[in-house]
Structures are given as structure tokens and as C-alpha cells.
């Protein structure tokens, strides 16, 4: 297993989906830790460098919004 890609901070609108933006972001094998109520670290540990962490994570973000329709994320 290689080291995890660096965190990311991910804000979320509203902040009542906090939860289940990090039940997915588990789901999907990532690490996640509450910064604020509406923002969250993430550790995409599959990653095989920042890069490519920020892209799959971005991919997976537009996903779970178009899953949510008055969800926005951004990373911050």
C-alpha cells in the first residue's frame, strides 16, 4: 500500500449533508474528519499522488451533488 494522497478540505451547502457526503466518502474507501459543520478533511488513500486525488475526488464530488439537488461541495 502506497501513502495516502495529502488531505483535502471539502466544504458543503447545505452543512445538514455533512454526514452523508462522509457516508459515501467512507463508502468509497476514503478518510474523512469533521473540520467544521460545514466542512470536512478528506484522504483519498487510494490515490496515487495529489493529482490524481484531486481529480477522482472532484469526479466523485459532482456525482454525489447530481445525487443531491440542492447540494453544492467545494474545495477549500
Known amino acids: 500500500m502506497t501513502d495516502p ?6 466544504r458543503i451547502s447545505p452543512p445538514e449533508l455533512r454526514d452523508s457526503l462522509v457516508d459515501a466518502l467512507v463508502a468509497g474507501d476514503c478518510l ?18 495529489k493529482d490524481e486525488a484531486r481529480v477522482e475526488l472532484g469526479f466523485f464530488l459532482r456525482a454525489w451533488v447530481a445525487l ?5 461541495t467545494e474545495f477549500v
Open 5 to 10: 494522497s495529502p488531505p483535502f478540505a471539502v
Open 32 to 49: 474523512c474528519a469533521r473540520l467544521r459543520d460545514d466542512t470536512v478533511l478528506v484522504v483519498h488513500r487510494d490515490a496515487a499522488d
Open 68 to 72: 443531491h439537488a440542492h447540494a453544492q
